[in-house]
C-alpha cells in the first residue's frame, strides 16, 4: 500500500490537522470529535446546514464548509458513518435558532446515526430537517444501502440549499429545495482502478489490467458489470444514457453537468471524459446551463469518473450562481 | 495503461475540447493551434502573460487562464514543449500594446521555443521580456535541463505576476515580480508511484511496492536517491529539509507555503502531508502567512506531491491576495 499517512489509525485526525492549518482563518477544525466548522459562524435567524459521512470522499464534506454551503461537516472513519454524538454535538453547535438541515448520502449507516442525532437534539428543542440523497442509478439496494446510493447530487445539494439557507430561507424552504435537487438529479460512476481503504492495507476489489467497472460505488461497491476498457467516448455513453433514461423530463429546463473525479484520475482526463459527456447531450438537444468538472465527492485513490446530471429550474440555477467561499468550490466572492 | 482517453493521438486535442465546453464563458480554446485564451480579453495598455509547456500538468497552465492570471496557455504534447508557431500566435493574439510576459519553466525544448517566438513577434514590434523558472532544489541539471527544473514556484509566479499585470503594472516590473517570485522560491517533489505517457503505453519508471522516490521531477524524471517509504511526517522533512537550506534569509518575512498533488494522490493525503509540513515550520520558526494544498502541477497519474515554500515581501502578498478568476485558482471575484 503506498499512501501519504503516518499511520493507519490516525489517517483521518492527520488529514484534518493538516486541512485546519491550510485553513486557519476560514475553518476551524475540532480533531478530537472530527467536525469541521466555519471559523465565523452564520448570523442569528439564519437555517445552518450539517453533513457528513465516512472519510475519503475529500473535499466532500469538510472542504465544503463554509459561507454559501455547510455550516459543519462530522467526518466518520474512512468509509465509515459519523456517530451521532458527533452529528449531535454539530448540530447544537452551528443551531441559530431557524432550525438545522441534516444532509445525508444514503447510506444505512449514515441514516441511522442522522436519525438518532435528530431525535436527541429534537428533545433539546432543536429543529431538524433531513434530506437524504439517492442519486445513484447504477443499482436498487446495494452493499450499504437499502435503496439507491446517495452520490454526486450530494455536492450540488450542498451548494444550492446552501445558497437557500444564506440567503434567508425558512428550514422548510431549504430542506424543500434540497429534496428538490435530489429528485431532480441522477448519476452514475465508473472505475478503471480500485480504491485502497488504509485499514486494510490492500485494493478493496480485484479489476483486470484490462478491465474497468460500470455503475461502481463511491466506496468501491460493485457496479452492474465489468467489461473492457473502452473509449472515453464509449464510457461517457456508459454513463450518460442510464442517466438520461431516469432524468425528469425537460419541459424547457437545461441541466447542470457534474464530471466528477473519483481521485486518481487526472484533470486531463476528467476535462476529456466531459467533452465526451457535452457531445451526448447536444446530439440529444439537452442544454448544458451549468457545468462543474474535477475531483469533488471521491473514493480515496480509485482511478475512475462519475457524471451527474441535474435537471435545474430558474431557481435552482440562480441558487447554483450564488456567492460561495469554502476550501473546496469558491465563486462570487 | 489504464486511462480516460480515446486514443493516445488525440488525447491533448481531446481534453481540451472539453475543457472548452466546460468553461464557455470564460475561455476561448482553439482546439488547432492547442492554445488557450480569456474569452475577454484584457484592457488596450496592460501588459499581457503568456504562458505554456507539455501538457500532462493539469491544470497548469491553461486552468490558470483568466483574468488576474494568464492572458493565454500554450499546450504542447504530452511532456513535450510547445513549438515557436504556437507561442508566436499566442503572444500577437494578447498583445495589448503594453508588452508581453513569457512565463517559462527551465527545461531545454521551453526555454528554446519561446526564446524563438520572442524573436519573431519581437521583429514585428511587441515587446516580450522572458522569465525562467528554475525553482527544483532536488538535483542541478537533469534529463531535461541545463540547471535547476521549473517546477511548483510557476504556479505562484503565474498568480502573483498576473496580479501586478492586471493592476497596470508595466513590463519591466512585471518581469521584475516575477523573477523575485522565482528568486525567493523553492520547490522539493517526491512520488509514489511512476506516471504514464499514453504514448508509452507503461510507467516512465520502475518503482519497487515498498519505495519512494525523492527529488522527482513532473516528468518522472530521476530525482536524488530512493528509499522505503516513510510515514508522512518523515516525507515532509525530506521535503522540507533540502529546501530551508536554499531558502533565502527570512529578514522577518514568513513564506506562502504550498503543498501540491502530483495527479493521483487524494486530497486527504495532501492535507495530511501539509500538517506535518506545517508542524516543521512552525518548529523552525517560520511563518506561513498563506497556503495553498491541492492538485495544481500534476505528472499526469503520478500519485506522490511537492513542496514548494516562496519567502513573501508585503508586496507580493498584496498580488497574492488580489482577485483571480481562473478554473483552477479562484478567489475575490
Tied chains: 1, 2.
Aim: proline residues 4%; negative net charge.
Amino acid at each position: 500500500m503506498k499512501k501519504l499517512i503516518n499511520s493507519v489509525d490516525t489517517v483521518v485526525t492527520d488529514a484534518l490537522t493538516g486541512m485546519a492549518a491550510a485553513h486557519p482563518g476560514a475553518l476551524r477544525v475540532d480533531t478530537d470529535q472530527h467536525i469541521v466548522y466555519r471559523a465565523q459562524a452564520k448570523e442569528q435567524g439564519k437555517v445552518a446546514i450539517v453533513s457528513g459521512g465516512g472519510s475519503g470522499h475529500e473535499p466532500l464534506h469538510g472542504g465544503f464548509v463554509g459561507s454559501g454551503m455547510l455550516d459543519a461537516a462530522c467526518a466518520g472513519e474512512i468509509f465509515t458513518s459519523p456517530v451521532p454524538d458527533q452529528i449531535v454535538a454539530a448540530t447544537a453547535a452551528v443551531d441559530r435558532g431557524a432550525g438545522v438541515l441534516h444532509l445525508v448520502k444514503n447510506y444505512t449507516g449514515d441514516v441511522m446515526n442522522f436519525e438518532m442525532a435528530a431525535e436527541i437534539v429534537a428533545a433539546d428543542g432543536i429543529e431538524v430537517a433531513s434530506v437524504v440523497t439517492n442519486d445513484d442509478v447504477a443499482v436498487e439496494d446495494s452493499l450499504y444501502t437499502a435503496g439507491r446510493r446517495g452520490v454526486g447530487v450530494t455536492v450540488l445539494a450542498e451548494k444550492i440549499a446552501g445558497a437557500a439557507a444564506e440567503e434567508g430561507q425558512s428550514l422548510a424552504q431549504v430542506a424543500e429545495i434540497a429534496t428538490r435537487v435530489n429528485a431532480n438529479g441522477r448519476s452514475m460512476g465508473m472505475a478503471l482502478t480500485s480504491c485502497t481503504v488504509p485499514a486494510n492495507g490492500k485494493p478493496s476489489f480485484d479489476l483486470p489490467d484490462d478491465e474497468m467497472e460500470i455503475g461502481i460505488g463511491i466506496h468501491g461497491e460493485p457496479g452492474r458489470h465489468r467489461e473492457k476498457i473502452a473509449p472515453a467516448s464509449e464510457i461517457a455513453g456508459r454513463l450518460t444514457e442510464p442517466i438520461l433514461a431516469e432524468l425528469p423530463a425537460g419541459d424547457g429546463r437545461g441541466v447542470i453537468a457534474f464530471l466528477n473525479g473519483m481521485g486518481a484520475s487526472p484533470l486531463l482526463e476528467l476535462y476529456l471524459m466531459y467533452g465526451e459527456v457535452a457531445k451526448i447531450l447536444g446530439a440529444a438537444g439537452i442544454t448544458v446551463e451549468r457545468s462543474l468538472v474535477g475531483n469533488y465527492i471521491t473514493s480515496l485513490d480509485m482511478a475512475g469518473c462519475s457524471l451527474t446530471l441535474l435537471r435545474a429550474d430558474d431557481e435552482l440555477l440562480r441558487l447554483w450562481d450564488a456567492p460561495v467561499n469554502t476550501p473546496g468550490l469558491r465563486w462570487g466572492v
